[in-house]
């Protein structure tokens, strides 16, 4: 589902990875949800940037 320029996902999660990323979110005042999209953008940033490095 599309909002705006984001995007929900409906993840598989395990009941036990769910209850940590609802914990860690909850600290950081943001939505689990949130938590793991921003989570995941950073991956793809980081593997992003390291494909560039390995190819120069």
Known sequence: MA???KVKF???VP???KAQLA???KKLNMTATEL???TIEEE???V???KKANKD
């Open 3 to 5: 909002y705006g320029n």
């Open 10 to 12: 409906h993840y598989d």
């Open 15 to 17: 009941v036990y990875i």
């Open 23 to 25: 914990a860690a979110a």
């Open 36 to 38: 793991l999209s921003k």
């Open 44 to 46: 793809y940033e980081r």
């Open 48 to 50: 992003i940037n390291e």
